[in-house]
């Protein structure tokens, strides 16, 4: 597959980032003691931590914005500890420069994220070494102190380095990218670098390599059990966003309907200031929210031309509970995420359904969810009327605020500006125009239902 060219802007800096760890290697080479040193007495143990890396890096996972993480950074702080800062670098960037040729990846992409990788051992190194901090340390307690302020150095220059050149590709925020990178396995990183220094401790004790290999052989069954929670947890995301997409190829009026209500709830709630986790959690909600329509009793009422009966509505009001209890299937959609889909339809008044709740009762995400599935509705074009314009929008949004919809989240959507770029990327051809013509049309309120 041909690559995208680079942003101006993202090449300058990965240039700007290979030449600087670059004069960092050499700095930092000149000033080493422990390199070259004796290579005969090193090169077997340089060999095995080098393979050892190799294979944890070609075992790597998906992060959450546009980038991929490993443990190989166990073996490379280990080998900082074992051999100094220049071997530990250099052997850093062999491993991952070999790792990511095997895969295919881009020239380019290999040099930044090989360089990047040796600039953060480069940096622990001197952060380890200025502490007091000795190589082949022999006990934990004397290198506590020295090793903990070297991983944080690593991962800051690493994390920063690696986020700085996604915001650059996909002109996000900086802070948005480090924290959706790294803040939700920030724990899980600090307790697994633990391991490099039990390896470094061992390695310089009398068993030498036999403890490195049984406290690696630790480390991939630990990963082993990590990847199959993670992976099944992604099958059960994708089995529901595959529930979303069964329910919108049933009505040609609603296709994409999901999507750009999960959209419009990040937009309002970075505006009202929630944390990233929410907002995360909101829009998530949101992409689920009409999920429990998958349920066959709910197909003859999506299909439906003619109003739907007294008792057919009843049944309709019941999918946000057939939702939630969907998405409650997965265990880390319980909680903000399933309440969030259970109250979507609550109006701020107590009239809406399942629970009649009313203002603040009402969980922020699904009255967020209210505004956004209700403003998609009001701008999707239908046979029987157009597209709402921005000022009709806001008309019908104020007329309604306090009643169905929180005052406090109609404003924030139309102060975020979400109002205007969701408006110009709804504008388009009349696509409805060419719909299947024996679809008969059905009456529907202008405000979600």
Not at 49 to 63: Q, T
Not at 178 to 196: E, H, Q
Not at 313 to 335: C, D, K, W, Y
């Amino acid at each position: 597959m041909q690559q995208m060219p680079l942003r101006p802007a993202l090449r300058l800096y990965i240039l700007a980032t290979i030449a600087f760890a670059a004069i960092a290697f050499l700095g930092v080479a000149v000033i080493d003691e422990y390199f070259p040193g004796r290579i005969s007495d090193n090169i077997s143990g340089i060999v095995v931590f080098l393979v050892v890396g190799l294979i944890l890096e070609l075992a790597e996972h998906r992060l959450a914005i546009s980038a991929s993480g490993s443990i190989s950074f166990i073996m490379y702080l280990a080998a900082l500890l074992v051999f100094g800062p220049t071997w530990g670098g250099l052997l850093t960037a062999t491993s991952f420069s070999v790792a990511h040729s095997l895969n295919r990846r881009p020239p380019l992409k290999i040099a930044f994220n090989a360089a990047q990788q040796m600039l953060a051992i480069l940096v622990a190194g001197q952060v380890y070494l200025g502490l007091g901090g000795v190589i082949r340390p022999t006990s934990l307690d004397s290198s506590l102190v020295p090793f903990g302020a070297m991983v944080v150095g690593f991962f800051g220059v690493n994390s920063l380095a690696v986020s700085a050149a996604v915001a650059l590709s996909e002109k996000r925020g900086l802070g948005e990218v480090w924290l959706r990178n790294t803040w939700s396995l920030a724990a899980y990183d600090l307790v697994a670098s633990t391991l490099g220094l039990g390896i470094a401790v061992l390695y310089s004790s009398r068993y030498g390599l036999f403890a490195v290999g049984g406290v690696v052989a630790l480390i991939l069954f630990l990963r082993h059990v990590y990847m199959v929670n993670l992976q099944l947890q992604a099958a059960n995301r994708e089995m529901l966003d595959v529930m979303v997409k069964s329910i919108e190829a049933r009505d040609p009026y609603t296709g994409g309907h999901s999507h750009r209500v999960a959209e419009l709830a990040r937009m309002i709630a970075r505006q009202l200031g929630l944390s990233l986790r929410e907002i995360d959690s909101i829009a998530t909600a949101a992409l689920l929210h009409d999920v429990g329509k998958i349920y066959e009793e709910f197909a003859p009422l999506l299909r439906k031309a003619d109003s739907l009966t007294a008792d057919e509505f009843s049944l309709m009001q019941t999918h946000p509970i057939r939702s939630s209890e969907l998405v409650a299937t997965v265990s880390n959609l319980r909680g903000l995420v399933e309440k969030a889909v259970r109250h979507h339809h609550e109006s701020y008044d107590g009239s809406g359904y399942p629970d009649k709740l009313v203002g603040e009762a009402i969980p922020v995400g699904a009255r967020i969810i209210m505004v956004a599935d209700t403003v998609d509705a009001m701008t999707s074009h239908r046979p029987y009327r157009p597209a709402l314009g921005h000022e009709e929008l806001v008309s019908e949004l104020r007329r309604y605020s306090g009643s169905q919809f929180d005052p406090t989240v109609v404003e924030a959507f139309l102060q975020s500006g979400a109002a205007k770029v969701f408006l110009d990327s709804r504008r388009g051809p009349k696509w409805w125009e060419d719909a299947m013509p024996q679809l008969k049309l059905r009456d529907q309120r202008i405000v979600a239902g």
